[in-house]
């Protein structure tokens, strides 16, 4: 047993939203996540543009700054990729010696994602095998990079299938019936271009990117606990998207992201009354979208509320239904983002699906000072991904 080591005991989380930074620092005492220290800086109150390449453009030096006057001391960094930017599906394939395997992944990898593949860091985990042959199989999991042989256009996504639905989810068709004979394998293809330009923030505000995952894995490693199987949704109402996962035996095996969110529902209140961006931010605090006991006053910012949160509502029907189609239903809701607290939000979502629903604790797996357990309550649900992040490094 060395008398040194030199293996970092705490690592940073950072989630680049669209209206502000996320930055969370846990230590590790003895596999126990323990808080160190977090931060977030808003942009600007207004949302310039949805594209992920210009919300990471001026991050670096947001970062920096961040980083400095708050004291952070890791620079071991775990960040996230949005949902909307990468390709997620859950393959079935045909039972298989392990060494064709990637080799069918590949072949089978350019059906789903619409861009070539030489475009993409494609990743992948075997998350089903059922039998002896495959039982080495379950942990393994590798990254490939090249081009698959053939570069026809996908045949299996979806993305445009729903108005406003960004990323590709599963069409009825693709989600096969279980193979007890073969293996499920959970693909996921980041463009290539996009993945450089996270290295090169990092590497600009001086940290060390260890890892760089998709959101959805951040979610589920915050919000659910290590045992739970049953079939959840995570729902999370960001500025400008928002994001809904149906997670099965903590397998993301539906993730869609609609144009919409917080900034979407301010931005429709403002218009509507023709007021500044501000005022409206205060008013959608205020009223919030859903009367419990069905009183009227703020009816018509209630209204507009509504209203620019059909597009979430519709998306949520449409994912349920098609998880419904694999013969399952989801037995609650987990809400999370800064507009989980939008007022009444959860009854709303209650009374429209009746699935019960409950704001998600990111910090259910981490070890902090009674003291603080208010302020983390407020402000968990924007947390959520950073926590995922940096418990990456500490709990896998
Ligand atoms: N108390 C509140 N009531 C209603 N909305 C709120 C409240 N607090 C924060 N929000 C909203 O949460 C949103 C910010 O959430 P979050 O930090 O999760 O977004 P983001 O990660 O920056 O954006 P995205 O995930 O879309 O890139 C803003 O639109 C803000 O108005
Ligand atoms: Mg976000």
Not at 116 to 140: N, S, T, Y
Not at 316 to 322: G, M
Request: without cysteine; hydrophobic residues 40%; proline residues 5%.
């Amino acid at each position: 047993m060395p008398f040194f080591s030199s293996k970092p005991t705490s690592f940073l989380g950072i989630d680049i939203g669209s209206s502000s930074i996320k930055m969370i620092e846990l230590g590790n005492r003895n596999g126990q996540a323990v808080l160190k220290n977090y931060a977030f800086a808003e942009k600007t109150s207004k949302i310039e543009s949805s594209r992920t390449e210009d919300i990471i453009s001026r991050s670096a030096e947001i970062i920096k700054k961040m980083y400095k006057e708050a004291g952070f001391t890791s620079r071991e960094t775990v960040a996230a990729l949005h949902n909307f930017d990468v390709f997620t599906s859950v393959i079935n394939l045909p039972e298989t010696d392990l060494a064709d395997l990637e080799s069918i992944i590949r072949v089978e990898a350019h059906k789903f994602v619409p861009i070539p593949l030489e475009d993409v860091v494609l990743d992948w985990k075997v998350v089903g095998a059922i039998g002896d042959k495959h039982k080495k199989a379950k942990d393994k999991k590798k990254a490939v990079e090249k081009p698959a042989p053939d570069k026809k256009e996908s045949t299996k996504v979806k993305s445009d299938e729903t108005k406003n639905a960004k990323l590709a989810g599963l069409a009825p068709e693709d989600l096969l019936p279980k193979d007890e004979r073969g293996l499920e394998v959970l693909l996921t293809a980041a463009p290539r271009k996009l993945v450089k330009k996270y290295v090169e923030i990092f590497k600009a505000a001086e940290l060390n990117l260890l890892s760089l995952e998709t959101e959805s894995f951040s979610y589920i490693r915050a919000l659910l606990p290590k045992n739970d199987n049953s079939p959840v949704m995570v729902l999370n109402v960001g500025a400008v998207a928002s994001d809904i996962i149906i997670v099965e035996k903590q397998i993301p095996v539906i993730i869609r992201t609609v144009d919409g969110g917080g900034f979407s529902i301010t931005e429709a209140i403002a218009h509507n009354l023709g007021i500044s961006i501000e005022r409206a931010e205060q008013f959608k605090r205020d009223v919030g979208i859903y009367a419990p006991d069905g009183t009227d006053s703020n009816h018509v910012i209630r209204q507009l509320v509504e209203s620019a949160f059909v597009p979430v509502v519709n998306e949520i029907s449409y994912s349920l239904e098609l998880y419904k189609t694999r013969n399952q239903n989801v037995e609650k809701i987990l809400l999370t983002g800064g507009s989980a607290y939008l007022l009444h939000l959860s009854d709303f979502l209650k009374s429209t699906f009746k699935i019960p629903v409950y704001i998600g604790d990111p910090w259910h797996r981490i070890t902090y000072a009674p003291e603080m357990q208010k302020v983390l309550q407020e402000i968990g649900p924007m947390f959520t991904v950073a926590v995922g992040l940096a418990l990456k490094q500490i709990v896998e």
